[in-house]
């Protein structure tokens, strides 16, 4: 009898070690939370579980946001990487820096995902080919198409106000594809610089009553701070366009821009291959596979505007409350 209990504990010990040796580690630092991130996060977590990875069965799955801070997102992945995640993920440039040392010396693999120019942010020094342990999804679109939808629907517009964190890598080369987007096509952008989204809402008013429009590309500082600026913007009855099309819901007019939820499940994909044991080092980095346009029927409604017949045709989606 006492055999039996005891061989029987140990097929317990025995079970569960197994389990436990099978509990793959997959942890997040997102840089701060906002919809088109959190939805890049989600697409990430459904991802893995259709390749199998389940949360609690055989998947150990932490998002931990930086609440936008700099400090704190270090903090966060020294933390993964003592607690040796099988793959770190890096939601955002700052995020994804903060990896990116520990990557390049062995101490981690780390797959980023909703980064505009990984080359600039110095994530990886090539797009194709071995890198450092660091591979991942970017989330650039031409800025042009945008452009010349935000044209379409303002035939008037020629200034465009911008916010931006310079303290953000991804803000700065952002900026700089606006502008180049913005002479090609006879257009002024009015650059407004943020350090923290307490400063948002107060640059968002400067710039309503200074510009016909205001765009917010993929800036994190500006993007989680969105719904002030849309306040600010309406009341001087000026719209708010987005690259982010998960975005578009919080009060902005339009965006032409990538799924970031699909963006999730692909960078799932490549992290998913990575735990089933390919090098991550054959992995190029990859880009979104299409743009998606997104239009707000209640924001239009408080401007007083009515979308062309031509624009709602080809909307994947309408924001309009039942």
Request: hydrophobic share 40%.
């Amino acid at each position: 009898m006492k055999k039996t209990v005891l061989a029987a504990a140990l097929g317990m010990v025995t079970l569960f070690g197994a389990s436990y040796a099978e509990m793959k580690k997959v942890y997040v630092n997102q840089i701060v939370e906002h919809p088109a991130l959190d939805q890049t996060a989600r697409g990430i977590k459904d991802g893995l579980e259709k390749r199998g990875y389940k949360v609690g069965e055989n998947l150990d799955y932490r998002v931990e946001s930086a609440q936008g801070n700099i400090a704190l997102a270090s903090q966060i992945s020294s933390k993964f990487v003592s607690q040796k995640a099988d793959v770190t993920v890096g939601i955002g440039t700052t995020s994804a820096q903060s990896l990116v040392k520990a990557a390049n010396e062995g101490k981690t693999k780390m797959i980023f995902s909703s980064i505009t120019d990984p080359l600039t942010a110095s994530l990886v020094t090539k797009l194709s080919g071995s890198n450092s342990n660091v591979t991942g999804m970017s989330n650039k679109v031409d800025v042009v198409p945008q452009f010349e939808l935000f044209k379409e629907l303002l035939p008037n517009l020629k200034t465009i106000g911008f916010i931006y964190n310079p303290a953000e890598a991804n803000s700065i080369q952002q900026l700089d594809d606006v502008q180049k987007a913005a002479k090609q096509l006879g257009l002024t952008i009015v650059e407004q610089a943020v350090n923290k989204t307490s400063d948002v809402p107060q640059a968002a008013t400067r710039l309503a009553g200074r510009t016909d429009a205001l765009f917010i590309y993929g800036d994190n500082t500006a993007l989680a701070a969105l719904e002030s600026i849309v306040m600010a913007a309406t009341k001087e009855k000026k719209p708010v366009f987005v690259a982010d099309t998960d975005a578009v819901e919080l009060g902005a007019l339009a965006a032409l821009g990538p799924n970031q939820y699909d963006l999730g499940l692909d960078t799932a994909e490549m992290i998913a291959d990575v735990l089933d044991g390919k090098d991550i080092n054959t992995i190029d980095v990859g880009f979104p596979s299409g743009l998606e346009l997104y239009i707000n029927q209640d924001a239009a409604d408080k401007l007083g505007y009515t979308f062309p017949e031509a624009v709602t045709a080809k909307a994947a989606k309408i924001i309009k409350k039942d």
